[in-house]
């Protein structure tokens, strides 16, 4: 299953996923469009990890979370 962060803060808010590659090199961070995130949420192999930037709260959401939840966390693309 795939894993995409959703960054929360005071100047916004982006999606990004850590590539891991070989032992000798750093992981790639990437970062990712909205409607490529929910295409592939929609699909259900994919969750998405919350972050908040001012908190140190995280909240995990899948395909079979609630459709309230994914709705003020995510927006109405995902549903």
Do not use: C, W
């Not at 959703?6 to 590539?19: V, W």
């Not at 409607?35 to 930037?53: R, Y």
């Amino acid at each position: 299953m795939n894993q995409i962060h959703k960054t929360i803060g005071y100047k916004g808010q982006y999606f990004s996923k850590e590539y891991v590659t070989i032992k000798h090199h750093k992981n790639k961070l990437r970062y990712l469009r909205e409607e490529t995130v929910a295409k592939q949420f929609k699909n259900g192999d994919t969750e998405i990890v919350v972050h908040f930037e001012n908190k140190d709260e995280t909240i995990t959401l899948n395909q079979y979370s609630s459709s309230a939840d994914i709705l003020k966390y995510l927006g109405k693309k995902f549903i």
